[in-house]
């Protein structure tokens, strides 16, 4: 008995259905694309581990600013949450075998690094020159001020825990989400030379059994 259907865009064969549909050629070139898709599965694992850890700062976020109510805490809950948003859109492209998935991966990551970068800048600033610094705190308090004692090295302290604090972060963050944005961008000439040496049919069937 021979073949009545093949996959779409595979040529017909005489070859038996005792192993299925596919026929050996088949078989093999669909394991050849497998293993060319390993990089790309590997970023859309990575994509979708990034967006999740971003979602589940995103509702702790998204809780301490419903108890303590600030609109910079909004503001950040709503950029956590798009930026957990898109990270799991490109996992989705990327499982697509759509190049834009990475380059929309890798400025999520720029935004994502934006956003660090803004709010550290506005806690700096609020920190070292608000109306709520310690030593305002201090001066206000002459009770407290006495019991730490020089209100001037105290202060001096807390500015360096701020910078200190607030620098590392902003250091931090260049270098994960920088390194992150490049990896995400370097990962669309990979989706482009799959697509390229991979036969249409195979990346519709790839697409098509992709969860």
């Not at 996959?7 to 050849?32: F, K």
């Not at 890798?106 to 806690?123: M, S």
């Not at 608000?130 to 705190?137: F, S």
Request: with cysteine; glycine share 8%; aromatic share 10%.
């Amino acid at each position: 008995m021979t073949i009545g259907c093949t996959p779409e865009g595979v040529p017909p064969t005489n070859a038996s259905t005792s192993d299925g549909p596919l026929t050996e050629a088949h078989q093999h070139e669909l394991a050849r694309a497998r293993e060319r898709s390993t990089t790309v599965r590997k970023a859309a694992r990575v994509a979708s581990f990034n967006g999740w850890v971003t979602a589940i700062i995103a509702a702790f976020s998204a809780l301490f600013t419903i108890l303590f109510f600030s609109m910079v805490g909004l503001l950040v809950t709503l950029g956590l949450a798009l930026v957990a948003y898109n990270e799991f859109r490109g996992r989705k492209r990327l499982l697509a075998f759509d190049p834009s998935g990475a380059t929309l991966l890798g400025r999520n990551q720029l935004g994502l690094l934006t956003l660090i970068l803004v709010y550290c800048v506005w806690a700096l600033y609020s920190g070292l020159y608000g109306a709520n610094t310690v030593e305002a705190q201090l001066r206000a308090n002459p009770d407290l001020s006495s019991a730490i004692g020089s209100v001037e090295g105290f202060d001096a302290l807390y500015r360096l825990i701020v910078v200190a604090l607030y620098g590392s972060v902003i250091v931090l963050s260049i270098l994960f989400q920088g390194a992150n944005a490049i990896y995400y961008f370097t990962r669309r000439r990979h989706v482009e030379r799959y697509l390229r040496e991979t036969p249409e049919w195979v990346v519709k069937l790839q697409r098509a059994t992709t969860p």
